[in-house]
């Protein structure tokens, strides 16, 4: 069913109001029970090597492919949002997440995992979370970006609790039946699914798909059949499917904004290569701490202290950078932040004392609450909204390949030299030089368009001698998001 026609059905509702509040309720949990899981997996990792007799570069796919998918399933989740409508997907996601968990439960070498855990479970979540936040955008009109940065903590609620019931399962009853547990606990995605209602607006065309405009290989197909050839003559057949096909690919995956928009081009590429150390201390940190001589219960709890100071410091983050003083200056404080998270892995190459770890994770979550928080406010500023949704296509999809190879190459050099310290090593590499590449070339091209505009304003005023400078930051954005977007979180 489409999701304007889904939504037809509804009964009106208002928005900002009554059952709107009970939907961020909904999007809290859905938050927690998606994108706080995988946090969780770095308890099970010296279980699952020893259980497996895997390395760590093998043992470090599972949560690579969990997490790439689940950042990169947009593009996927989108269309079936716009076919099926998100209460629909949402609770699609929940099904696959708990289906995924449950089988995993059962698997007999860690390639199963790879399959089930990774890609079933991951590809749930993906959908669960897009499809939650879209339904969000709908409920939510003045008070959307209170209600995003309320639904942001249940990310940290998942951070903080998921290590410590895992730690509690895994002591009382082993991987097989913790996993198991947990695919019981993912199908409550379903129940917040089905608390999100189908609202009805007072303009219907906020829900209902725009109407596609005309397009070139539509009307070449009309001027063919007017001049009496076949609807299925092979060339038309192979034109109509090429025509579809770049089509969907502009929609959803924006090459064109990559290769004409500077900004945009320096921020993926920046953040790609981020990933590549990002998600190196969730997944090592646990195992690092255990490998130390740090007890299996306090390593499970240095997670849980990066979730639960993520609860405040998030929202605030996120509130804060909206003010109008850091309007087109984020990708800065993106980048001081992303610096931070890079100079915070050095405190742990000095010393794996758990005081020494609890610093650790303070630091470290207080720079992550910032990239968390600026990740898609700065793609916002480099990108016009209209193309919004495209541009986030491609962004996730490139940085989902550098989540899903960074954790198990990692493992690999600390399978070879048996020093874990490589994996802080690589995490501050790139996660310092992508800091410092978005930094400068940004302040470079600002600089660059300066000049441009001063030179322009000189050519066009040539009686005066004054230069007048542009100002280079965006115009505040007074059109709401597209309808149908797919948004990630980090």
């Given at each position: 069913?489409?999701?304007?026609?889904?939504?037809?059905?509804?009964?009106?509702?208002?928005?900002?109001?009554?059952?709107?509040?009970?939907?961020?309720?909904?999007a809290?949990v859905?938050?927690?029970?998606?994108l706080?899981?995988?946090?969780c997996?770095?308890v099970?990792?010296?279980?699952?090597?020893?259980?497996?007799?895997a390395?760590n570069?093998q043992?470090?796919?599972?949560?690579?492919?969990?997490?790439?998918?689940?950042?990169?399933?947009?593009?996927?989740?989108?269309?079936?949002?716009k076919?099926?409508?998100?209460?629909?997907?949402?609770?699609?996601?929940?099904?696959?997440?708990g289906?995924?968990m449950?089988?995993?439960?059962?698997?007999?070498?860690?390639?199963?995992?790879?399959l089930?855990?990774?890609?079933?479970?991951?590809?749930?979540?993906?959908?669960?979370?897009?499809a939650?936040?879209?339904?969000?955008?709908?409920?939510?009109?003045?008070?959307?970006?209170?209600?995003?940065?309320?639904?942001?903590?249940?990310?940290?609620?998942g951070?903080?609790?998921?290590?410590?019931l895992?730690?509690?399962?895994?002591?009382?009853?082993?991987?097989?039946?913790?996993?198991?547990?947990?695919?019981?606990?993912?199908?409550?995605?379903?129940?917040?699914?089905?608390?999100?209602?189908?609202?009805?607006?007072?303009s219907?065309?906020?829900?209902?798909?725009?109407e596609?405009?005309?397009?070139?290989?539509?009307?070449a197909?009309?001027?063919?059949?007017?001049?009496?050839a076949?609807?299925?003559?092979?060339?038309?057949?192979?034109?109509?499917?090429r025509?579809?096909?770049?089509?969907?690919?502009?929609?959803?995956?924006?090459?064109?904004?990559?290769?004409?928009?500077?900004?945009?081009?320096?921020?993926?590429?920046?953040?790609?290569?981020?990933?590549?150390?990002?998600?190196?201390?969730?997944?090592?940190?646990?195992?690092?701490?255990?490998?130390?001589?740090?007890?299996?219960?306090?390593?499970?709890?240095?997670?849980?202290?990066?979730?639960?100071?993520?609860?405040?410091?998030?929202?605030?983050?996120?509130?804060?950078?909206?003010?109008?003083?850091?309007?087109?200056?984020?990708?800065?404080?993106?980048?001081?932040?992303?610096?931070l998270?890079?100079?915070?892995?050095?405190?742990?190459?000095?010393?794996?004392?758990?005081?020494?770890?609890?610093?650790?994770?303070?630091?470290?979550?207080?720079?992550?609450?910032g990239?968390?928080?600026?990740?898609?406010?700065?793609?916002?500023d480099?990108?016009?909204?209209?193309?919004?949704?495209?541009?986030?296509?491609?962004?996730?999809?490139?940085?989902?390949?550098?989540?899903?190879?960074?954790?198990?190459?990692?493992?690999?050099?600390?399978?070879?030299?048996?020093?874990?310290?490589?994996v802080?090593?690589?995490?501050?590499?790139?996660?310092?030089?992508?800091?410092?590449?978005?930094g400068?070339?940004?302040?470079?091209?600002?600089?660059?368009?300066?000049?441009r505009?001063?030179?322009?304003?000189?050519?066009?005023?040539?009686?005066?001698?004054?230069?007048?400078?542009?100002?280079?930051?965006?115009?505040?954005?007074?059109?709401s998001?597209?309808v149908?977007?797919?948004?990630?979180?980090?």
């Open positions: 069913m489409p999701l304007g026609e889904a939504a037809g059905r509804g009964a009106a509702k208002p928005q900002d109001q009554g059952w709107a509040w009970m939907v961020l309720l909904a809290v859905l938050q927690g029970l998606t706080g899981f995988p946090s997996i770095g099970f990792f010296t279980d699952l090597q020893h259980e497996f007799q390395s570069s043992t470090s796919w599972f949560p690579s492919i969990m997490v790439a998918v689940l950042h990169g399933g947009g593009p996927l989740c989108s269309i079936l949002v076919r099926f409508g998100c209460r629909f997907v949402v609770m699609l996601g929940g099904l696959l997440s289906l995924g449950v089988s995993s439960s059962f698997c007999q070498s860690i390639s199963q995992l790879y089930t855990a990774g890609l079933i479970t991951g590809l749930g979540s993906c959908f669960s979370f897009q939650g936040v879209t339904t969000l955008g709908y409920y939510f009109v003045r008070w959307r970006t209170l209600a995003n940065a309320v639904a942001s903590t249940g990310v940290s609620l951070f903080t609790l998921w290590p410590l895992s730690q509690y399962l895994l002591d009382k009853m082993g991987w097989r039946n913790t996993f198991l547990i947990f695919g019981g606990i993912l199908l409550n995605c379903c129940v917040c699914g089905a608390l999100m209602r189908p609202i009805q607006l007072a219907e065309s906020l829900l209902e798909p725009a596609p405009e005309e397009e070139p290989g539509s009307r197909e009309e001027a063919q059949l007017s001049n009496g076949s609807p299925h003559h092979p060339t038309l057949q192979q034109h109509t499917t025509t579809k096909c770049i089509q969907m690919l502009q929609k959803y995956l924006a090459f064109d904004i990559f290769c004409q928009n500077k900004g945009y081009q320096i921020y993926t590429i920046g953040v790609t290569w981020m990933m590549m150390g990002f998600a190196l201390p969730h997944v090592y940190l646990v195992p690092y701490a255990i490998h130390n001589g740090v007890e299996e219960h306090k390593a499970a709890l240095l997670i849980s202290i990066i979730g639960l100071i993520n609860i405040f410091i998030r929202p605030f983050t996120g509130l804060l950078s909206g003010h109008q003083v850091f309007t087109g200056r984020r990708i800065y404080l993106f980048s001081l932040a992303a610096l998270c890079g100079l915070s892995n050095f405190i742990c190459i000095i010393s794996a004392e758990f005081s020494v770890l609890i610093l650790y994770c303070v630091i470290l979550s207080i720079a992550m609450s990239v968390g928080a600026l990740t898609f406010q700065v793609l916002m480099v990108v016009e909204m209209d193309r919004f949704s495209s541009a986030l296509g491609l962004f996730t999809i490139l940085e989902s390949i550098t989540l899903l190879i960074g954790p198990p190459l990692t493992g690999f050099l600390v399978d070879i030299t048996s020093d874990y310290h490589y802080f090593y690589n995490s501050s590499f790139f996660m310092i030089s992508a800091a410092l590449f978005m400068l070339s940004f302040c470079a091209l600002e600089k660059k368009n300066k000049l505009e001063a030179s322009k304003a000189c050519l066009d005023n040539p009686s005066r001698y004054q230069y007048s400078e542009a100002s280079t930051e965006p115009k505040a954005e007074s059109q998001p597209p149908i977007q797919y948004i990630t979180s980090i």
